[in-house]
């Protein structure tokens, strides 16, 4: 079966750095995607990771371990503005390009 | 480059009735996928569709929802008889043709309609 997992929540301090881990076992691998999430917003793209090793982009950087099945975003520099959930997501099919999407973690970022 | 819009943004059903869900994706992207978000869980995929054709289809329940992305207008999903388990967010999102390169994998989201059936 497909199964995508994450922490349900987190919380860290404004300033600090987290690393949110997101585990993956899918029939296929055609990539991994992260998205931000505020609360009745659309989610937006961060990050997408097909070959092993860390990506970097500003604060935040995503990391990929494909014998693992196992993938990190991390943020740094936390901001207020950065609570919002975080969403793992699989491409599992070379054929389609749906995402498998796991069940978000909650992060909550205190002054 | 106006994003993924989809209207309308709330819309409340009474049991029965049909719900109709559009979206329009961003301008020259040539890919439409349906998710469908409960409360407290992730995303899960309903269906992909490309102009007047339906890709995959596996995540759409057998029965009273269909989607269709026809050659001029928004895509739109259709939810006939409507239960209230049909009650949650509902998110498009579209990506760029082929021919983008690596582009052409990331998905770009709309706001998502959230319907209530009472």
């Known amino acids: 079966g497909q199964n995508i997992d994450q922490p349900t929540e987190m919380t860290a301090t404004e300033g600090a750095i987290v690393q949110i881990n997101c585990t993956y076992q899918?029939?296929?691998?055609?990539?991994l995607f992260w998205y931000q999430q505020h609360a009745g917003e659309a989610p937006t793209f961060l990050s997408y990771?097909?070959?092993?090793g860390l990506e970097e982009k500003g604060r935040f950087s995503s990391f990929l371990s494909r014998s693992k099945g196992y993938s990190y975003l991390l943020l740094k520099e936390l901001q207020m503005k950065d609570s919002a959930s975080y969403l793992c997501a699989v491409r599992d099919e070379d054929s389609s390009y749906k995402l498998i999407f796991g069940s978000g973690t909650r992060l909550l970022v205190r002054p | 480059n106006a994003g993924v819009m989809q209207n309308p943004r709330h819309l409340v059903r009474r049991r029965g009735q049909e719900a109709r869900l559009r979206c329009s994706p961003m301008?020259?992207?040539?890919?439409v996928y349906w998710y469908r978000q409960l409360p407290e869980e992730g995303l899960k995929f309903m269906v992909y569709?490309?102009?007047?054709?339906?890709?995959?289809e596996s995540g759409m329940p057998k029965e009273r929802f269909s989607a269709e992305f026809p050659k001029e207008g928004p895509s739109i999903l259709r939810i006939q008889q409507v239960v209230r388990g049909d009650s949650a967010a509902y998110f498009c999102?579209?990506?760029?043709?082929?021919?983008?390169?690596?582009?052409?994998?990331?998905?770009?989201f709309g706001a998502g309609t959230r319907l209530s059936v009472l």
């Open positions: 999102a579209s990506s760029p043709p082929r021919s983008s390169g690596g582009m052409r994998h990331i998905q770009y």
């Open positions: 990771n097909v070959l092993d």
């Open positions: 899918t029939s296929g691998f055609n990539g």
């Open positions: 301008k020259g992207h040539s890919h």
């Open positions: 569709l490309q102009k007047e054709n339906i890709i995959d």
